[in-house]
């Protein structure tokens, strides 16, 4: 008889180096936002696998802060440290460009954790010849503990064998959760999160950083779904910019989101945005909490 395995399997690494691309790649599903800037993660995402024989429960997190500069960076870097501390298998994404130093408190974290931890040196795609076997070399000097694998996630490139390592290091254990979840976060959940991968997408700067979007009512109907989103900056001057001349360039975000949640949804959507000054949210422990930012 095939015992049943299931467990908590948690992806941490610095900002940008591709968690979100290798959750989504191996839950199959698109449930984390994905940018080239860094620090587009802002939650603890759960994603599940499920299999006859066994369930993953994956945890794509923020990318590590060295140096937070403000709490909403603070309270991220809890998210990191709770995924540690709760993990049977920790999944530690690196990539070529990222510097030891910069990698030391979660270097430290995996050396002290009694969980299993497999070293995933992703987007290989990018690297030279040999450069993949020199980073091989380093990773397994660096951490003797953990087993060390080269990926792509965005191409896919090894994202069987991962699983198939998971499977091996997970315990025995019932599943934890219904077979046919998917995830712990909601619908208004997903669509925030696409609107603010379009502000990420679209704007420069300060701006992504400063918004938090949140879908303020959500009414479903039979063939199509009315949402209205609040986005909230910082300060007026970022106000103006987001919505740009004559409106044009929040226009441009509510057509880019309404087109992904509407391939999300499987149906159609009308969407409307607005714009919002909340002074210094992400330093305000209310708001904060409000937004769901409060580790536990
Ligand atoms: N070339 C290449 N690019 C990749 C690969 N995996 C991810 N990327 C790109 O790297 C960038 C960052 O990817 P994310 O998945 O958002 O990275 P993240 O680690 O979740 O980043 P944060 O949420 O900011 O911590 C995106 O532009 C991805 O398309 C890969 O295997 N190869
Ligand atoms: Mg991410």
Known sequence: MIEHKSGFVNIVGLPNVGKSTLMNALT????SIITPKAQTT??????????????????DTPGYINQPAYKLQTNMNEFVDEALEDADVILFVTDKNQKEEEQKHLIELLTNTKAASL?????MDLCQQGEVEKLIAFWKEKLPKSEVLAISAASGINSKKVIKKIV????????????????DRNVRFFVAEMVREKIFLNYTAEIPYSCQVEVDTYEEGEKIDRIRCVIYVERESQKIILIGKKGESLKTIGIEARKEIEKFLGKQVHLELFVKVKDKWRNDPISLKHFGYDSK
Do not use: W
């Open 28 to 31: 199959g599903e698109r449930l």
């Open 42 to 59: 802002r939650h603890r995402i759960m994603g599940i696998v499920n299999d006859e024989n066994y369930q993953v429960v994956f945890s």
């Open 119 to 123: 070293v995933l040196i992703n987007k």
């Open 168 to 183: 091996e290091l997970l315990p025995v254990h019932p599943a934890y959760y219904d077979k046919d979840q998917l995830t």
